[in-house]
């Protein structure tokens, strides 16, 4: 189902169905996920738009705060992703767009689910990794004017895909504890 509260026709998302590549091990698998996914769909796979992004967190006053950006192309916001460049493996694609789109960088801490979507028609396929925010500053930019730092359910309720709001569950429910601390085995 697509959830876009943007306009219509974001480059990001179609009339077409978003698809989460989830499973037991979701994130842990991805990169064999999506071979799997284009092997059994017959896609091409030089015909997949590869994307990556953050979710970007840090910890303020005691609390957790999630990254959102407005992008003003589409007016919606979302968290920072972008496409992959020749020669960049998904990992560095996140950080690179997350670098250019918001100012901030940090320390990657572990990989979320893989989403699925059509683009006018093509397949395209985002990696997402969690990043704590440890430097940077914003200004504003071609492709985000805004940011904002929300708690976790606020973040949820401004974003406008669903996509993005699952990957805040999916985060969270690898925390614990009511100050939203990180688990550590």
């Known amino acids: 189902m697509n959830e876009a509260a943007g306009s219509a026709g974001a480059d990001d998302q179609d009339s077409g169905t978003i698809e989460r590549l989830d499973g037991p091990d979701n994130a842990n698998n991805a990169a064999e996920q999506i071979s799997e996914l284009t092997s059994l769909l017959k896609i091409d796979e030089?015909?997949?738009?590869?994307?990556?992004?953050?979710?970007?967190?840090?910890?303020?006053?005691?609390?957790?705060?999630?990254?959102?950006?407005?992008?003003?192309q589409?007016?919606?916001?979302?968290?920072p992703k972008g496409k992959r460049e020749d020669g960049e493996t998904d990992l560095e694609c996140a950080i690179r767009e997350t670098r250019e789109e918001t100012g901030f960088g940090g320390e990657i801490e572990r990989e979320l689910s893989p989403?699925?979507?059509?683009?006018?028609?093509?397949?395209?396929?985002?990696r997402w990794w969690v990043m704590r925010c440890t430097?940077?500053?914003?200004?504003?930019?071609?492709?985000?004017?805004?940011?904002?730092?929300?708690?976790?359910?606020?973040?949820?309720?401004?974003?406008?895909?669903?996509?993005?709001?699952?990957?805040?569950?999916?985060?969270?429910?690898?925390?614990?504890?009511?100050?939203?601390?990180?688990?550590?085995?």
Request: one cysteine or more; a negative charge.
């Open 74 to 79: 589409y007016d919606d916001w979302d968290l």
């Open 46 to 72: 030089g015909e997949i738009i590869r994307a990556a992004g953050c979710l970007v967190y840090r910890e303020a006053n005691g609390q957790s705060e999630v990254l959102v950006v407005h992008r003003p």
């Open 115 to 126: 989403d699925h979507y059509l683009v006018r028609g093509r397949d395209k396929v985002v």
């Open 135 to 185: 430097d940077g500053a914003f200004v504003s930019n071609s492709e985000v004017d805004e940011i904002r730092w929300l708690a976790p359910a606020e973040a949820q309720n401004m974003l406008s895909y669903g996509h993005a709001r699952n990957l805040i569950d999916e985060w969270s429910d690898g925390r614990s504890g009511p100050e939203g601390v990180t688990n550590v085995d």
